[in-house]
């Protein structure tokens, strides 16, 4: 059973979590197909090609079928020629969406917080409202619990903390219903507020 450290109001360690022995049972593969689909929805599929039916020419044909000791060709658009049609080529119309049921995008994120929890690197907090709303003080807060990367988990964003936070470009802090199981992959660290850790592993 793993277990997430709980700290206090100092961000100090004052006892630890223990999350759900049934997420040990969780295969690392529902994370593996989640990342895929994640990755191939937010791809842009910019790269395209003409077929010789779609480039611009003539379909005269480019010289006598026989006695030229050539090939015999049909029309400069064909793939052989400079200006022609590329053969096999991408194609914008691609679709590499895949699709990832709702219980596998959870069984995905619960992979990864259990994962983090048995490295130690899933932290658990009562609030990271940051009261002062300045960088500097979360940047104390983050470097403190998370050195060189972090997520910061909230039930709900407020003013302040997002102009704290929103100048640091190694931490991330996301709304607990905004967070995926790829974006928790992403970072070393996670912290996260007790209400909102309940929120996403209380059982359906």
């Known amino acids: 059973m793993s277990k997430a450290t709980l700290l206090n109001a100092q961000y100090e360690k004052a006892g630890e979590v223990a999350l759900p022995e049934s997420y040990e049972s969780i295969s690392?593969?529902?994370?593996?197909?989640?990342?895929?689909?994640f990755l191939g929805s937010i791809r842009q599929n910019g790269a395209h090609t003409k077929t010789r039916a779609a480039v611009s020419g003539t379909d005269k044909k480019p010289f006598a079928q026989k006695g030229?000791?050539?090939?015999?060709?049909?029309?400069?658009?064909?793939p052989t020629f400079v200006g022609g049609g590329v053969a096999f080529g991408p194609k914008n119309t691609r679709n590499y969406n895949q699709k990832v049921?709702?219980?596998?995008?959870?069984?995905?994120?619960?992979y990864v917080l259990n994962?983090?929890?048995s490295e130690g690197s899933l932290l658990v907090?009562?609030?990271?409202?940051i009261e002062s709303g300045k960088t500097k003080s979360a940047?104390?807060?983050?470097?403190k619990l998370a050195p060189r990367d972090g997520l910061f988990v909230v039930t709900s964003i407020n003013e302040k903390s997002y102009l704290a936070f929103r100048n640091l470009s190694a931490y991330y802090l996301a709304e607990?219903?905004?967070?995926?199981?790829?974006?928790?992959?992403?970072?070393?660290?996670i912290v996260i507020e007790k209400a909102?850790?309940?929120?996403?592993t209380k059982e359906d």
């Open 28 to 37: 690392e593969q529902n994370l593996y197909l989640y990342a895929k689909s």
């Open 68 to 78: 030229g000791g050539r090939g015999r060709q049909g029309s400069l658009k064909g």
């Open 101 to 110: 049921n709702k219980k596998q995008k959870r069984l995905a994120l619960l």
């Open 115 to 117: 994962k983090k929890a």
């Open 125 to 129: 907090v009562d609030s990271l409202d």
């Open 139 to 143: 940047a104390q807060i983050a470097k």
């Open 176 to 189: 607990v219903g905004e967070i995926n199981a790829y974006i928790a992959a992403s970072y070393r660290v």
């Open 196 to 200: 909102a850790l309940e929120q996403i």
